[in-house]
């Protein structure tokens, strides 16, 4: 009997998230998939807007101030989301949970700590840092209006979840493939497809969900 083909997904994550990496390993290692993720879809955010990194490069108060967003807003909310789905993952990989059972909760965990976070950070870089004319009000009155146009990538809330998309999306080819065990399992191409159909399910909900946070706020 031939031996079972290891997936090149599952060994590349078990390789670097796996439940017995001691924590901070496991932090480090989360740390530089979300600088990566990050810094991908920051470059093409950037690129997209006429001017912006000309803007950028002046340096001053400009730059200053958009390093400090992307330090105290995007780079927690990608590392935190990306932690709990990886968190969850080496769980699976202990014997905890199922494929089925991560991949749902995953939507619900990521979608509860990417708005709370905005929520909390808002108001927080109102107080902190001057922002939102240091009304930490204002702050929590914008968060629902931005994320409803983060799915269209409209804003840096966009970049974050788009961030999390590049840092999760061979995770959750990995996740759908185990989820076939004993059967065929797709080819990539068809696991990437459903995977993008994952967080495409993400973004609509996020987007509904923002429509009711921006009218109850």
């Not at 965990?109 to 929520?119: E, P, S």
């Not at 788009?162 to 999306?169: E, F, M």
């Amino acid at each position: 009997m031939a031996a079972p083909v290891e997936d090149p997904l599952m060994a590349l994550f078990d390789r670097h998230f796996s439940p017995d990496l001691p924590a901070l390993r496991f932090a480090l290692n989360t740390a530089v998939l979300s600088l990566a993720g990050l810094g991908v879809v920051l470059a093409v955010y950037i690129a997209t807007i006429s001017g912006f990194w000309a803007h950028l490069a002046g340096g001053g108060e400009v730059l200053a101030r958009f390093a400090r967003q992307i330090l105290t807003n995007g780079l927690p909310v990608v590392f935190t989301v990306n932690w709990l789905g990886l968190l969850m993952f080496a769980r699976l990989r202990a014997g905890a949970f199922s494929p089925v059972q991560v991949m749902g909760l995953d939507l619900p965990v990521r979608l509860a700590v990417f708005i709370g976070l905005h929520l909390a950070i808002y108001p927080a870089s109102a107080l902190m840092f001057g922002s939102f004319g240091g009304d930490p009000w204002l702050g929590l009155r914008v968060v629902g209006p931005t994320l409803m146009q983060a799915a269209m990538f409209g804003n840096l809330s966009g970049v974050y979840l788009y961030a999390t998309l590049a840092s999760a999306l061979p995770l959750h080819m990995a996740l759908i493939g185990a989820a076939w065990r004993g059967v065929a399992v797709p080819p990539l191409p068809v696991l990437g497809a459903l995977a993008l159909g994952v967080f495409g399910v993400q973004a609509a909900v996020l987007t509904f969900l923002a429509r009711g946070l921006a009218a109850l706020l």
